[in-house]
Structure formats: structure tokens, C-alpha cells
T-cell receptor, first 114, second 116 residues
Framework: AQSVSQHNHHVILSEAASLELGCNYSYGGTVNLFWYVQYPGQHLQLLLK??????LVKGIKGFEAEFIKSKFSFNLRKPSVQWSDTAEYFCAVNVYSSASKIIFGSGTRLSIRP | KAGVTQTPRYLIKTRGQQVTLSCSPI?????VSWYQQTPGQGLQFLFE???????NKGNFPGRFSGRQFSNSRSEMNVSTLELGDSALYLC???????????????FGSGTRLTVV
């Protein structure tokens, strides 16, 4: 069965530190990849998405992600985090098959120390 | 334009009761998907509706059902509630089905269901 793994459940960083959140998926066919963010008390928002083309995708608020097909990975990065980046981050995969759906990872809680 | 609207925001029900949750997608969006979010399980896919037809279904028991109306609004029903059904239920809309479109969702704020 298809699955999405986010290895870090809780990451704690200081402001201005660099961020990388890991995401791996298990599916050999065509996929679309997403990162969603859920700020405290708010709804899920799309951070960035990959469909085709340049494997380095830039999203909102300075986030970017790199799709490495050979590693089935789509890691999220930000060079310098801010306190306002405190949130839960979800990696998600849209598997193109006869019955498509978006599968979410379990999420990574990011806490930024001011 | 208005976002995805879910009602009610909060709900407390007793075990054994049934509940109906409502979702109004973004105007023009024809696909509505439902997810259950819990701290232990994360986001679990329930089902997707497109043009009043269920297109896809997750691994939930038959107590969970849904429907979509001609105006794309969707309802989700859970019968014979169990304590384990306590969760945040999220609705997400997209312009087309995941297969036909760019696959991105716009989520609502969710309905927090507590079963006591």
C-alpha cells in the first residue's frame, strides 16, 4: 500500500537556524507531491506543490522542497526560520491510479525558540 | 472569494447517536474530499465526491457515509457513534477530481466532534 513517512515527529529550532524536514513516499508510479502547513488554531494551508519539471520547488514564506525521484523523497527546507514558522507540517502525495486520493504523512511539529 | 465552509465548528454527541456534518466548497469547485484528523493517526482519507458521485473511499466502516448535492455542497454522516470517532473532520475542495486536475486541495477549518 502507498504510504508517506515523515521521520521527524517534533523538531525544535532556534530562530535563524536552517530547517530540513524529511518526507519519503512509497509508490513507483506517477505522483504529485505537496507540503501543507497547519498553524496553531488555523486550517491546513498549501505551502508548495510539485507536479513536473524542475524538481526544486519554491513555495510561500521562503520554503522550498526538492523532489528526488531516485530516493522517493520530497524534503522541505528553509534557510532561516522565524518564530512565526511554529506549526505542524504535513507532507502529502497524490497517487495517480484508478482511484486517486491524497495520502498524508503523520506530520512534523516544528517549534521555534525566539 | 469565500473559502471552504464547514458547519458546525464544534459538536458534542453521545455514544450511539448519529451526526451529520456539512461542507460548502469554494464556488466553482466540484470535488469535495473528507478527512479525519486525530493526534494518533494523523489525516485519514474518508471519501471523495465529484458531481454527486462518490469517486473514492478510504478504509472506514460503513457507519461513515456521505453525499454531495447538485450545488457541490457535501454532507458526511456518522451513525452509531463510538468514542473513537472523536476527531477533527476536515473537508477539502478542489476544482476537479484529483485525476483530472492539479491535485491541490483547499481545506476548511474542520468540525471538532467529541463523543462522550
Amino acid at each position: 500500500a502507498q504510504s508517506v513517512s515523515q521521520h521527524n515527529h517534533h523538531v525544535i529550532l532556534s530562530e535563524a537556524a536552517s530547517l530540513e524536514l524529511g518526507c519519503n513516499y512509497s509508490y513507483g508510479g506517477t505522483v504529485n507531491l505537496f507540503w501543507y502547513v497547519q498553524y496553531p488554531g488555523q486550517h491546513l494551508q498549501l505551502l508548495l506543490k510539485y507536479f513536473s519539471g524542475d524538481p526544486l520547488v519554491k513555495g510561500i514564506k521562503g520554503f522550498e522542497a526538492e523532489f528526488i525521484k531516485s530516493k522517493f523523497s520530497f524534503n522541505l527546507r528553509k534557510p532561516s526560520v522565524q518564530w512565526s514558522d511554529t506549526a505542524e507540517y504535513f507532507c502529502a502525495v497524490n497517487v495517480y491510479s484508478s482511484a486517486s486520493k491524497i495520502i498524508f504523512g503523520s506530520g512534523t511539529r516544528l517549534s521555534i525558540r525566539p | 472569494k469565500a473559502g471552504v465552509t464547514q458547519t458546525p465548528r464544534y459538536l458534542i454527541k453521545t455514544r450511539g447517536q448519529q451526526v451529520t456534518l456539512s461542507c460548502s466548497p469554494i464556488s466553482g469547485h466540484r470535488s469535495v474530499s473528507w478527512y479525519q484528523q486525530t493526534p494518533g493517526q494523523g489525516l485519514q482519507f474518508l471519501f471523495e465526491y465529484f458531481s454527486e458521485t462518490q469517486r473514492n473511499k478510504g478504509n472506514f466502516p460503513g457507519r461513515f457515509s456521505g453525499r454531495q448535492f447538485s450545488n457541490s455542497r457535501s454532507e458526511m454522516n456518522v451513525s452509531t457513534l463510538e468514542l473513537g470517532d472523536s476527531a477533527l473532520y476536515l473537508c477539502a475542495s478542489s476544482p476537479t477530481t484529483l485525476q483530472g486536475g492539479d491535485g491541490g486541495y483547499t481545506f476548511g477549518s474542520g468540525t471538532r466532534l467529541t463523543v462522550v
